[in-house]
């Protein structure tokens, strides 16, 4: 008997060591899909906001970024396509 709550442990512990893998659906019509939406990203003139904006804009959105930094944010802008 506790060779076999040993295994069962053992199946366990290496279920929960195994890596899982989630389906990241990927839309058919996304350059249409924030169509005539429009979002608004705080820090958005590096890193993650900016990489979040630019994807925005390839979904079809319309793009406001806010930060701190006045020459950065038109700079990305430039970096975007966007006015400024």
Known sequence: MFKT????IR????LLKEEKKIPIPNPIN???LLK???A??????GG???AMAESFIKSGAKVIIAGTNEEKLRSCCEKIGGGG
Do not use: N, Q, Y
């Open 5 to 8: 709550a040993k295994k069962i």
């Open 11 to 14: 199946k366990m512990i290496m």
């Open 30 to 32: 996304a350059p249409e």
């Open 36 to 38: 005539d939406k429009v």
């Open 40 to 45: 608004l990203i705080t820090g958005g003139s």
């Open 48 to 50: 993650i906001g900016l």
